[in-house]
């Protein structure tokens, strides 16, 4: 039995809250590469709109890709209850040994509801980032640009990237357990 590679995250949140996320790489296209993040701990529950989208022991499935301005999470509720699409803007991705990465995140969240519409989230955060000098203008510009890319891009058919769709939480389960 093969087992399935780790990586670790190492996740700036500015000013200086530091987190480490090990994730499970289930599938490394070049272009992509697709982490399952089991049995998160989140209590109380993260809300999104009012309504649970992550809670202590849920999953979610997350999409990488190298030099891209965000990642991309498959939310699911502890039951396995798909709740949406979550883009996070944040630094391109620096891959260290395959199983290292970092990134910083820039406060903006983009929220893709099952058959909802799409809502940026946490634009106080980003002015308070910005009043507090905890990221540059030049950043913060950055990471609205790259709302605005995926706003554009979720008004085509092809959005989000096919991947998310073909990489269930079921599928990053089994590739865990292949």
């Given at each position: 039995m093969?087992?399935?590679?780790?990586?670790?995250i190492?996740?700036?949140?500015?000013?200086d809250?530091k987190?480490?996320?090990v994730?499970?790489?289930v599938?490394?296209q070049?272009?992509?590469?697709?982490?399952?993040?089991?049995?998160?701990?989140?209590?109380p529950?993260i809300r999104?709109?009012?309504?649970?989208?992550l809670?202590?022991g849920?999953?979610?499935?997350?999409?990488t890709?190298p030099?891209?301005?965000?990642?991309?999470?498959r939310?699911?509720r502890?039951?396995g209850t798909f709740?949406?699409?979550?883009?996070n803007?944040?630094?391109?991705?620096?891959?260290f040994q395959h199983?290292?990465?970092k990134?910083t995140?820039?406060f903006?969240?983009?929220w893709?509801?099952p058959?909802?519409?799409?809502?940026v989230?946490?634009?106080?955060?980003?002015a308070e980032?910005l009043?507090?000098?905890?990221?540059?203008?030049?950043?913060a510009?950055?990471?609205?640009?790259?709302?605005?890319?995926i706003?554009?891009?979720?008004?085509?058919?092809?959005?989000?990237?096919?991947i998310?769709?073909?990489?269930?939480?079921?599928?990053?389960?089994q590739?865990?357990?292949?």
């Amino acid at each position: 039995m093969t087992l399935t590679p780790q990586v670790h995250i190492h996740y700036l949140r500015p000013p200086d809250r530091k987190e480490v996320f090990v994730q499970y790489l289930v599938s490394d296209q070049g272009g992509v590469k697709v982490t399952l993040a089991q049995n998160v701990p989140f209590d109380p529950p993260i809300r999104i709109q009012g309504q649970v989208a992550l809670e202590k022991g849920s999953d979610a499935v997350w999409f990488t890709f190298p030099g891209k301005w965000h990642d991309i999470g498959r939310f699911h509720r502890a039951d396995g209850t798909f709740t949406g699409i979550y883009a996070n803007i944040l630094t391109p991705v620096e891959i260290f040994q395959h199983h290292r990465w970092k990134t910083t995140d820039l406060f903006l969240d983009v929220w893709i509801p099952p058959g909802g519409e799409l809502a940026v989230l946490d634009r106080d955060q980003l002015a308070e980032a910005l009043e507090k000098d905890w990221i540059s203008g030049e950043t913060a510009a950055r990471a609205r640009e790259e709302v605005e890319r995926i706003r554009a891009a979720h008004e085509k058919p092809a959005r989000p990237p096919a991947i998310v769709q073909v990489w269930t939480l079921e599928r990053a389960r089994q590739a865990t357990e292949a």
